[in-house]
């Protein structure tokens, strides 16, 4: 039987308007004896996430695989812990956070950074603007993704437990994907910010932090119409048939 624990850690002491405060999930998939994962790592820094392992009896040395379910910072902060770990991430991914990375070693302004991040232009908040480029200067992807001999990726279709389907996700990043995994009794969808949160992906008013607002709509509305428990990227867990939060950490599939 899988288990499946999913949890949000909070990055405070940060300045940084869009991460400071704001609840990041990651999910604990334990299948059998030999494969313990973690989906998502939060934002660098955080010791919330090694508490929260340590509350449910893991240590980060245990977990032997960890899927990124795209690269913003927020999600890829805490890949350095995990040393025993395979690391899958999206090439497509990392090449962008090299492009954008790119442009702020080159000085571009803003305007180009940002289109660079979220085809949506609109976004006329300078603070909001400027937070968005400090995050990627101050927490560059290629430093956060772990030690190179641990990735692999997606694209060259990586070894995986059974249990385990990898979905394309795309809009809310260039390449963003969803795990969902497979018990004997129901299926879990970690959706990261594909699906961002359970009730206010629909609304127009963030869709500045998507690379593509109208590709990211689409998916997540797909994604709405999976049959049972939805982990999103910034709330807890719950069960899509009776659109209920789950009551507690963790589930057995």
Known sequence: MVKLIGFTTVMNGI???????????????EIDSRTLGLIDTGMY?????????SEFGYRPDDINLVLNTHLHPDHIGGNCLFRNARIIISRKELEHGL????????????????????RTTGLQDQRLAQDLKKLYEQYPVPELIGDRSQIEFFEDEPRL????????????SVDSRAIICTGERRSALIAGDALFHRDLWQGAVLNWLHYDPELFKATAEALTAFEGIILPGHDRAFDNSTHQYLKDDFAFL
Do not use: W
């Not at 300045?15 to 998939?29: E, G, H, K, Q, T």
């Not at 492009?99 to 979220?118: A, D, R």
């Open 15 to 29: 300045d940084n308007l869009l991460v400071r405060n704001v609840p990041v999930s990651s999910a604990i998939i």
């Open 45 to 53: 820094g955080n010791p919330e996430l090694e508490e929260r392992l």
């Open 99 to 118: 492009e954008v990375l790119k442009k702020l070693h080159q000085g571009e302004e803003l305007v180009s950074i940002i289109q660079c991040l979220s």
């Open 161 to 172: 437990p059974g249990q385990l389907t990898i979905r394309c996700a795309p809009g809310h």
